[in-house]
Every structure is written in structure tokens, then in C-alpha cells.
Nanobody, 120 residues
Framework: QVQLVESGGGLVQAGGSLRVSCAAS?????????MGWFRQAPGLEREFVAA????????VYADSVKGRFTISRDNAKNTVNLQMDSLKPEDTATYYC????????????WGQGTQVTVSS
């Protein structure tokens, strides 16, 4: 089965930093052409945060996080990471990682999410 597991969430003060990670099975990670991070705050719809291609050579970010968040892949550990700096209270959400077998298609696999709370 496909398994994506997020970790690293927690409580941080505004202006602080946090790194969330997503671990996948070796098979799932090696076959992934694109991985992304999404987030969902209570009462709101899920929104795109960042994505990275299979080689790590191309990344894209939502305007709201550009300059503050950095997405990366660690192929040796079968993980994708999201480094979050200069956190704001509006970043509070459940963060999900997802995997796609294509460069532009839908994300087929999703993790269960990890909670990030930023206090003011």
C-alpha cells in the first residue's frame, strides 16, 4: 500500500520557525514525479502551499509563503520537507503532503496531516 506520513508539527510563536516532514515508502517516493504540501485551516478549504518535482530542480510556492517557506526532497531518506520561517498566525493549519505520478496531473496520494499552530 501507499503510505505518506507527516511529522514535525507543533506549537510555535509568531516569527519562529518549524520544519515539517513527509515520509514515504521507498517505492512510492522513487515513483513520485511531483510532491506537494497543502494546508487546511478550520472552516476553510484546503489550499496549495508548495510543490517540488522528482529531481528537486523545480519548485513552486503560493504567493502567501514565498520568501518564507522552502520545500526540498531528501531522496536518501525518502522524505519531502517544508522549512517554514517567519511564521505568522495565519499559517496555522493542518499541513498535508501529497504525491503525484505525473508532472501536472492530480495528486493521487495523501498523508493524514500534521498540525501547525502559530501563536501571536
Amino acid at each position: 500500500q501507499v503510505q505518506l506520513v507527516e511529522s514535525g508539527g507543533g506549537l510555535v510563536q509568531a516569527g519562529g520557525s518549524l520544519r515539517v516532514s513527509c515520509a514515504a515508502s521507498a517505492r512510492t517516493f522513487s515513483s513520485s514525479r511531483r510532491m506537494g504540501w497543502f494546508r487546511q485551516a478550520p472552516g476553510l478549504e484546503r489550499e496549495f502551499v508548495a510543490a517540488i518535482d522528482w529531481s528537486g530542480g523545480m519548485t513552486v510556492y503560493a504567493d502567501s509563503v514565498k520568501g518564507r517557506f522552502t520545500i526540498s526532497r531528501d531522496n536518501a531518506k525518502n522524505t519531502v520537507n517544508l522549512q517554514m520561517d517567519s511564521l505568522k498566525p495565519e499559517d496555522t493549519a493542518t499541513y498535508y503532503c501529497a504525491s503525484s505520478s505525473t508532472h501536472i496531473g492530480q495528486y493521487e496520494y495523501w498523508g493524514q496531516g500534521t498540525q501547525v499552530t502559530v501563536s501571536s
